[in-house]
């Protein structure tokens, strides 16, 4: 597919690229982006996460289009170069969440499991884990409860509260790195 987006690429679109003609990355957008969201797609196996990562790619290359260089290399391939590279960040970001999510895990209790009777730190580490939610203001509040609580997925929750899925991603993941970082300080949590 690379090569068929190369073949027949004017060397035109090039130059006019690097000097910020916005009509090149319309064009760019409009013949690349099926092959960066193709690439991004068979990486990830998630549709909504390809989107992301083209539109990553394009903002990419139009904020370092003054970097690039097209007698080095025509955009296709230089298009191609960062798609790798906005796809391993997003790999690399799926692991982190993952990873934090994880972490948050072993800080909640099981919800279907009542404490027993002189389980006095799950109950402890519940109203810890409420007090820090109620730090957080909404929506990110909001947002971990539905994640916390009721065991709702990114797209439940974006659903849930009509917002945009990354914005829902970027919520829980900024604010479980908040919320690790308090308990670590305040509570001594290891």
Do not use: C
């Not at 035109?12 to 319309?26: P, R, V, Y």
């Not at 895990?105 to 002189?118: A, C, D, F, N």
């Not at 797209?155 to 919520?171: A, C, E, F």
């Amino acid at each position: 597919m690379e090569a068929a987006a190369n073949h027949d690429w004017d060397p035109g679109f090039d130059q006019a690229f690097a000097g910020g003609d916005e009509g090149a990355l319309a064009e760019a957008y409009r013949r690349l982006g099926p092959l960066v969201y193709t690439l991004a797609l068979r990486s990830l196996g998630d549709r909504s996460a390809a989107d992301d990562v083209t539109q990553e790619v394009f903002i990419r290359a139009w904020k370092s289009r003054t970097t690039y260089r097209p007698e080095a290399a025509r955009l296709p391939a230089w298009l191609v170069g960062i798609t790798r590279n906005a796809i391993n960040d997003a790999l690399s970001e799926r692991a982190r969440q993952r990873h934090l999510e994880q972490a948050a895990l072993h800080l909640l209790p099981e919800p279907s499991v009542e404490p027993e009777e002189g389980s006095v730190e799950a109950v402890a580490d519940r109203l810890i884990l409420d007090d820090e939610l109620e730090h957080l203001g909404d929506p990110q509040q909001s947002i971990l409860r539905l994640a916390f609580y009721d065991d709702l997925t990114h797209d439940q929750i974006s659903s849930r509260l009509n917002l945009p899925l990354g914005t829902v991603k970027s919520h829980i993941r900024r604010s479980l790195i908040r919320l690790r970082t308090r308990l670590e300080v305040e509570h001594g949590t290891p």
